[in-house]
C-alpha cells in the first residue's frame, strides 16, 4: 500500500514516523518532507499547497492513501479536489474545515450548538468594533477571522492596545483578507488544554489529553511561538475531563455540522481553557497540533493506519482505539532568535545515527547539504522522550536534547512544569 504524507513539520515527522510501524508496512512518501523524513519515506518536492501538483503525483504513482498534515491544503480545498477524482483521502473537505479557517464560522455553530465557549462578538466594520470596544472589560481578546498563522490573536490589556490590534487587522489588513472580519473576545482566565479526536463524521474517538508550551521561555514567558515543547497525558484533563469534552463538545460539534450539510471527517482538534474545572472552547482547528501530534501519537496502540482508513471508510465505531499506559515528553529546539529573524543552514552536531533507550528525533525545519544535516526554519527539531511516567520521558527526552548542538541552538528546560514543577 503507497501512502503519501502531506507536509513538512514535526507534526508530519510523527505521523510518518508512527505509519511505518503499521504491520501491514505501507510504502510512504512524503511531500514535501524534510532531512528527518527522508530516513523513512520518499521525499517528493511539491509544496503543501500545491493541491494540483499533489493530485498530479497521487494519479501518477498510484498512491492508495493521502493524509494531510497541515491546514493550508485543507482549506484550500485538497479533500474536495481527491473525492472528486475518486482518490482516498484523510481529512475535511473545506467547508468542514472552516471551524478552523473561520473563527466567526465557528463560534457561530458553537452556539448553535450550545457548547460552552468565550462569549464573543464579530465585525465587519471598524467602526463598529471600536464603539463595541469601549464598553467591553479589559483584557480583551481580538481574534482576526481567517487563518492567520498563530499571529492573529491579540490579547490586550489596555483599550489602545486593542484599539491598534483591530486597525491593524480590519484597516491596515496586516493579516490580509484573514482580518478583514474580527472577534471581539470575552478573556477567560484558566488553565489551556488541547483535547484531539478522530472522527468519521459520525463517531468520536478521543485522543489523550495533551498540553503545550506557547512561549519562546522558561516559565511561560516571552513571545509567543509555534510551541515550544508539548507532553502527554496532560493531568489537568482527567479522565472525567477527558469524556465530558467528548460529549459536551466533540460529539455536538460533529452531530451540528452533518447537520448543516458539512460533515466533519479527520482531526478534530479543540483548544480549550480549563476555568475552575469547567472546560470552555477557544478554537478548533482542522487537523493534528504540532507539537502536540509528537506527544500523542506515540501513545496511540491501534494501528494508526487502521484508525485512518476507519475514518476514510466511515467505520470508526467498529474499531476499538486504544492507548498505551504511558508518558511522552516533546522538546522543541529552536533557532537563535526565533520567532522573531533568525539565520538558517547551520549544521546540526550530535544528531544520533541510531536511537538508544525511548527518545525519537522528530525533524521540523532541517535540510540536508551534502552529507550534513543543516537547520532551515525557526523550528528545527522536536525531541521526544517517553517512560512509564512524566517524569522518565522528561528526563529522557532532555538526555538527548543536551547531546545535540547547533549554532544558536535554543530551548527550554521546562517542558512538562505545569505537570512536574520546574527542572534544568
Ligand atoms: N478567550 C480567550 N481568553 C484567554 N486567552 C485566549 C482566549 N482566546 C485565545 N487565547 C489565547 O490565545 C492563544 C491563541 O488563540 P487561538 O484561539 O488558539 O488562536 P490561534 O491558535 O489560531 O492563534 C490561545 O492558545 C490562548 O493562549
Ligand atoms: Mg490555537
Redesign the pocket.
Known sequence: MKILVVGSGGREHAMVWKLAQSPRVPELYCAPGNAGIESMATCVEIKADDVAGLQDFVVTEKIDLTVVGPEAPLALGIVDEFRKAKLKIFGPTKAAARLEAS?IFSKNVMAQANIPT?RAQSFDKAADALAYLDRHELPV?I?ADGL?Q????I?ATTREQARQAILDSMEKAVFGQAGKQVLI?????GE?LTLMAFTDGKTVAAMLPAQDH?RVGDGDTGL?TGGMGAYCPAPLGTPALREQVAREVLQPIVDIMVRLGSPFQGVLYA?L?VVKGTPYV??FNARMGDPETQVVLPLLKTDFLEVIEAVVEHRLDQLAVEWHRAAAVCVVMTSGGYPGSYRTGKPIQGLPSVMTGSATVFHAGTARRGNAIVTAGGRVLGILGRGNTLADAQREAYRVVRSISFDGCHFRTDIAHRALGAQA
Open positions: 473563527k468565550a481578546v481574534k492567520a498563530g499571529k492573529g490573536v490579547i473576545e470575552q478573556f477567560l482566565d489551556e506557547k509567543n483548544g481553557m477557544l478554537e
